[in-house]
């Protein structure tokens, strides 16, 4: 079974200038990202956190900023790391689910 049948929501390129501030432990980063959807995100990063890592997340969006929990569940060395949202609260999940819209729309 590939990728594309196991995921609940549909990921969309993001733009270039959308960045995510991350933690995981005592390590924290600015990074771009690959892709998003409601699920999670890929994290372009030399430096991944290791898979089953906790992350947490912030996000500037232009509806405000989204504030996540999140797990490493993807590796790839040197590019980044693929990760899953845990938790999340709900006017926070309404604005990135508002910042996709568009995104989704146009693919």
Do not use: C, H
């Amino acid at each position: 079974m590939g990728d594309a049948e196991q995921r609940r929501y549909p990921r969309v390129a993001a733009p270039k200038s959308l960045m995510v501030a991350w933690q995981s432990g005592a390590r924290r980063a600015v990074s771009s990202l690959e892709s998003i959807a409601l699920g999670g995100l890929f994290v372009l990063t030399r430096q991944p956190a290791p898979i089953r890592s906790m992350v947490k997340l912030l996000m500037d969006l232009p509806f405000g900023e989204v504030r996540a929990r999140a797990v490493v569940r993807r590796v790839t060395p040197a590019l980044g790391m693929g990760i899953e949202f845990i938790a999340m609260t709900q006017e926070d999940r309404a604005r990135l689910n508002k910042a996709l819209q568009p995104m989704l729309a146009m693919q």
